[in-house]
C-alpha cells in the first residue's frame, strides 16, 4: 500500500507500479475543490494518469499534450479562471461530478474512472468524508488551492486546519487494504498538506500503527528544502522541523524506516534515536531508472 499526495508520489507510484507487488495507492483528499461546476481531485488524478501513462508527471498536474479552449471560452465569458484545467482532464471532472451526483461515492467514481484508463492497481481515496484543506494566513482563511495556485503560496500561514475531517474515516476499502498490506510506503509527500489530511482522519495514524505491514518512508526533504512545493514553509508554519528528521518525527508514531538524501548524513543518528531504521540514498527521481530503483530499495528497507 501506497500512501500518495501529488507530484512526488506520482512518480513513485510508476516505480512501485513496475516492481512484481500488488500494488495499492491510498490518495489524499485535502486537495479536492469545486471549480467551473465540477468536482477536482488533484491527487487522486495525477496518480491514476502517471499509471495510466498519460500524466504530465514533470509540471505535476494533467494531461500530456491536453488542451485548454474549455478554459478558453470560459473567460471569454468572464469567468475568472486562475484554477488550470484542460480540456481532457474536464472529461476526467465532469464524469466523477455526474457519478458523484447520481450517488456514487468518490471510491466508486475513482475506481470507475481507473478501470475505463486501464490502471490495474487500485486507487483509493483516503476517506469520501468532505476533508478540505484550510489555511489561516495573512490574506485570510485560504483553501489550499486559493493558497498555492491563485496567491503563488506566497501568503504568511499561521494555522492549517482539515476541514470536515474529524467527522470522516478511513473507508473500509482503505481499512482492509492497510490490515492485509504486507508493507505501507508513504511516498514523497507534503506532510502537511498530503499525509496530514489523512493522520487527521479518526484512527487513521492507528490502523498503520497496528499493521503488521512495515511502514517505510521516502522524504520529500533535502536538506532544510522540499525537492518542490510549499511543504518546508507549511513545516514551519506548523512547528514541524523542515527536514527529514521533522518528517521522521511527525510519522514517528507507526513509521519502521526511512530513506533520506545522502546530503543529510547527520540527521541519521537523530532519527535513529527515535528508533527508526534510516538510510541514505540519492532520493532524487529525475527519471524511470531512479523511481524504479527508490522503490526497490524502499521494499528492501
Ligand atoms: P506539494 O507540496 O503541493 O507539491 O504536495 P505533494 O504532496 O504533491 O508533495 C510532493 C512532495 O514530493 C514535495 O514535498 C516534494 O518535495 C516531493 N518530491 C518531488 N519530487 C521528488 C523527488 O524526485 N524525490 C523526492 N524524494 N521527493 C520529491
Redesign the pocket.
Known amino acids: 500500500v501506497a500512501l500518495a ?5 506520482a ?1 513513485l507510484l510508476r516505480g512501485l507500479a513496475g516492481l512484481p507487488i500488488d500494488l495499492t495507492a491510498v490518495v ?1 483528499v485535502g486537495d479536492d475543490a469545486w471549480f467551473y461546476g465540477v468536482y477536482v481531485c488533484p ?1 487522486i488524478d495525477i496518480a491514476t494518469y502517471t499509471l495510466a501513462g498519460v500524466a504530465d508527471v514533470r509540471r ?1 498536474w494533467g494531461i500530456q499534450g491536453d488542451t485548454y479552449n474549455a478554459l478558453a471560452a470560459l473567460s471569454r465569458l468572464g469567468r475568472d479562471t486562475w484554477f488550470r484545467l484542460g480540456d481532457l482532464d474536464l472529461a476526467t471532472c465532469l464524469l466523477r461530478t455526474e457519478l458523484m451526483g447520481n450517488g456514487a461515492t468518490l471510491t466508486q467514481a475513482t475506481d470507475r474512472i481507473r478501470k475505463a484508463l486501464g490502471v490495474k492497481s487500485p486507487i483509493l481515496p483516503a476517506t469520501d468524508g468532505p476533508v478540505e484543506t484550510w489555511l489561516l494566513t495573512s490574506k485570510g482563511e485560504l483553501h489550499l488551492q486559493e493558497f ?1 495556485v491563485r496567491e503563488g503560496g506566497k501568503p504568511r500561514v499561521n494555522k492549517v486546519t482539515y476541514r470536515g475531517a474529524r467527522g470522516s474515516t478511513p473507508t473500509p476499502e482503505v481499512k482492509s487494504a492497510i490490515r492485509a498490506a504486507d508493507r505501507v510506503v508513504i511516498c ?3 506532510p502537511v ?2 499525509i496530514g489530511p489523512m493522520l487527521a482522519l479518526p484512527g487513521f495514524a492507528k490502523l498503520l500503527g497496528a499493521s503488521r505491514a512495515r511502514v517505510v518512508a ?4 533535502v536538506g532544510r528544502a ?6 518546508g514553509k507549511l513545516m514551519k508554519s506548523t512547528r514541524v522541523r523542515p527536514d527529514s528528521l521533522g518528517v521522521a518525527e511527525l510519522y514517528s508514531d507507526f513509521l519502521d524506516a526511512i530513506l533520506i538524501s545522502d546530503e543529510d548524513p547527520a540527521l541519521k543518528g537523530p532519527i535513529e534515536a527515535l528508533e527508526i531504521r534510516c538510510a541514505l540514498t540519492d ?4 527519471d524511470l531508472v531512479s523511481e524504479a530503483r527508490l522503490a526497490k530499495e524502499l521494499l528492501e528497507l
Do not use: C, E, Q, R
Open positions: 499526495g501529488g507530484t512526488g508520489s512518480k489524499n491527487d505535476g498555492w514523497p509527500a507534503n498538506t498530503s521516502l522524504s520529500p526533504m522540499p525537492v518542490s512545493g510549499p511543504a532520493t532524487m527521481m529525475t
